[in-house]
């Protein structure tokens, strides 16, 4: 017996895996208090059209998602072939290597701050490393957290790593803000957005320092037909009853680990897809990387406009909390259904205002709301089944390809949306509310796929998923 009881040894090992989420959450949100800065230093010098800047400007931003695409369908492959833990190293690198990189993209190419247009293309690589990172994390940290917990808490333990991206945008949301206000516009478009990069540096050394010290997960060891290390750990994280029965259950699961991606049906696949697509299609990337241009867009100052991102944040932090003790109790249908129809309501509402030219407190709110009724339930209830629903068999590979499909719909609403939002037509006739129409329209979409397509989940052991899909 060791001195740690059981279920601080799954929390203290949920609290590692989900540094991967901080950090998710911190290297896709650092961007949105540089975006003015990397226009001004990168791509204004350029003096391109209007459209061509805004698509520029977009791909930059939206850079690490092509990263993210990469590092999620490698993802599933390194965590089979490498175990979760080392696979999770990599990912720590990838993340301390883009927050150095991203800081001074000029190293070991030119002056820093001299190369002007120059140090767009290794900026952008370095955040596509980061988004490596980034992808790995998305789907190993949630799927680490949940082959390690109980089944009884694991939605619990599973949204932890929602809450710990929440917990990395709203951190450096308050990190951009301080760092902002050291100094003037001048100041912060010279030096200021570098610091803000550099600051991903120090939860990348902490995961990775954290990493060496935490074991795979029983279900990888018995892969690997390490079958006493697995009874031993399982005996450590007290994760069942009955240790030995759980085991063998994990052995039966896997003894079609070679089967066909689509051998428990195509529809638990697509169904694996849709969740990811709609999670992003309900425009929620778009708010959190442009939020402070949102709220300039409201008519607000750029101080103002990170601080009321701040406060877009802390909402963000406290329904997520409430999703997190909520969920094993509740379900993850109910949630994901009122959480859609919340989000289609708040979606257009805001496009209305900003149309109607009644922007202010009133957008304000409904912003909130939006990102309440996320944070609520496709925020971290998506994540949660993506870890539950896929039969053991085909769980890794089932998971990237989820994966990769939530960053390309990630990356097209994310580099979409500056498009949108620069695109002077648009806003003659919508000014600025047009795409959160689209996102609203989308959010109802999303409901209507949950009621028809989405099982409920909570109370069954990662073992039992296969039953819940007819085997083709």
């Not at 833990?85 to 701050?113: D, Q, Y």
């Not at 680990?257 to 529809?267: N, V």
């Not at 709110?365 to 309440?372: P, Q």
């Not at 648009?426 to 949950?450: D, K």
Request: glycine share 10%.
């Amino acid at each position: 017996m060791t001195a740690r009881s059981p279920r601080s040894q799954a929390t203290g090992l949920t609290l590692i895996a989900a540094l991967g989420g901080l950090l998710f959450g911190y290297d896709t949100a650092v961007i949105s208090g540089a975006i003015g800065s990397i226009d001004l230093n990168f791509i204004d010098p350029l003096q391109l059209s209007e459209t061509a800047r805004s698509s520029l400007s977009g791909f930059t931003i939206s850079s690490a998602l092509f990263g993210c695409v990469i590092g999620g369908a490698g993802a599933g492959w390194l965590a089979d072939r490498y175990g979760r833990k080392r696979t999770l190293v990599f990912a720590a690198l990838m993340f301390l290597i883009c927050s150095i990189g991203s800081a001074v993209p000029e190293l070991g190419l030119g002056t820093i701050g001299g190369m002007g247009a120059g140090a767009l293309l290794p900026f952008n690589l370095y955040r596509i490393i980061g988004g490596i990172g980034v992808g790995v994390a998305s789907l190993v940290s949630p799927l680490y957290i949940a082959e390690i917990a109980p089944k009884h808490s694991r939605g619990k333990l599973v949204s932890l790593y929602q809450m710990a991206i929440v917990v990395g945008i709203v951190g450096v949301y308050f990190i951009n803000w301080a760092i902002a206000g050291l100094g003037n516009s001048e100041w912060l478009h010279r030096v200021g957005w570098r610091w803000m990069f550099a600051s991903e540096a120090l939860p990348s050394m902490l995961f990775l320092a954290l990493l060496l010290g935490a074991p795979d997960t029983p279900r990888w060891l018995v892969m690997q037909r390490r079958d006493t290390e697995a009874l031993a750990l399982l005996h450590r994280l007290g994760s069942e009853a009955d240790p030995g029965a759980t085991l063998a259950e994990i052995r039966a699961s896997l003894v079609v680990s070679q089967e066909r991606l689509f051998a428990y049906g195509a529809l638990v696949v697509v169904v694996g897809i849709l969740l990811s697509v709609f999670q992003q299609l309900v425009g929620i990337n778009a708010v959190l990387y442009y939020a402070p241009l949102m709220f300039q867009n409201m008519g607000s100052s750029t101080d103002s406009a990170l601080l009321q991102t701040v406060i877009v944040g802390l909402a963000n932090m406290v329904f997520t909390l409430v999703a997190t003790f909520k969920v094993d109790s509740w379900g993850r249908r109910p949630l994901m259904l009122w959480g859609a129809l919340i989000m289609a309501a708040s979606m257009l509402t805001l496009g209305t205002l900003f149309a109607s030219g009644h922007m202010g407190l009133a957008a304000l709110v409904a912003m909130i709301v939006y990102i309440a009724g996320f944070s609520l339930s496709w925020g971290p209830v998506v994540w949660i089944l993506l870890s539950e629903i896929f039969p053991n068999a085909i769980k890794a590979r089932a998971m990237a390809i989820a994966v990769a499909a939530q960053w390309i719909a990630n990356l097209a609403v994310s580099w979409s949306f500056k498009v949108l939002d620069g695109n002077s037509l648009l806003n003659a006739a919508f000014n600025h509310g047009f795409a959160y129409w689209i996102y609203g329209a989308m959010s109802l979409l999303a409901a209507l796929f949950v009621w028809r397509y989405v099982p409920e989940t909570k109370g069954r052991s990662l073992e039992q998923m296969q039953h819940l899909w007819r085997k083709a």
